[in-house]
């Protein structure tokens, strides 16, 4: 019995120690006042590659590759994804939409320039401009350079996100969509000299600098919807 005793005291005491082990832990936070980041700040998953193409799973797509990142129920993050970045060249400029101007999606949004190449994007949701990049409205080359981090390019917030989110691609949907995008462009550079193309049939990075204006201008149309 006095052995059990003893046995119960010890519990009780370890029991005791942890909880006031993990109380100090917390207490320098609570009294700084910390709290959790900001969604838009929580660092993106790494990227999956799918056919060639980064494709981080944490975002929804829209046809003409434009990517958005959900940070609050009614807001999303806005940037161009990898296949867009390569068909567009390093960004030299950027024509972005202002504070306050409202997008409807599908319809034309934003611009990106490289030399004498100038890409138009549609809106991937529909809503109220509430924040532009202020470092990629600086430095547009940021907006193909990482164009899933630092190349954010506008934030909106949508009444309407989540029908339409139904309309973008993620997931599997997401996949089958990069996939049939790539074969679909490599038909198309197969036709044009072999300097687009990398041993192996894969395009190259610099693929755009190396394509007649008219067939880019043509491309560009055709995949990014504008």
Request: net charge neutral; glycine share 8%.
């Amino acid at each position: 019995m006095v052995v059990l005793l003893v046995l119960l005291s010890f519990i009780m005491f370890l029991t005791a120690d942890w909880a006031v082990q993990r109380f100090r832990a917390r207490a320098p936070d609570a009294a700084n006042g910390a709290a959790a980041p900001s969604p838009d700040l929580v660092p993106a998953l790494e990227p999956v590659f799918v056919a060639g193409y980064q494709l981080p799973e944490d975002r929804h797509y829209h046809r003409g590759h434009a990517w958005v990142r959900v940070v609050s129920p009614d807001t999303v993050v806005v940037g161009i994804d990898d296949f867009a970045r390569r068909l567009t060249g390093r960004a030299d400029a950027l024509k972005l939409p202002a504070i306050g101007a409202w997008l409807e999606q599908g319809s034309a949004a934003f611009s990106v320039k490289s030399g004498g190449r100038n890409a138009r994007f549609v809106a991937p949701v529909s809503g109220e401009v509430v924040e532009v990049n202020r470092a990629v409205a600086e430095t547009p080359s940021l907006a193909t350079d990482d164009p899933y981090g630092r190349g954010w390019l506008f934030k909106v917030r949508s009444s309407a996100l989540v029908a339409n989110l139904r309309n973008l691609f993620s997931g599997n949907l997401a996949r089958r969509w990069t996939e049939d995008a790539r074969g679909a462009l490599e038909m198309r550079l197969m036709a044009l000299s072999g300097s687009v193309m990398q041993d192996g049939g894969e395009p190259t990075q610099d693929f755009a600098e190396h394509l007649p204006p008219e067939e880019w201008k043509r491309l560009a149309a055709t995949f990014l919807l504008a």
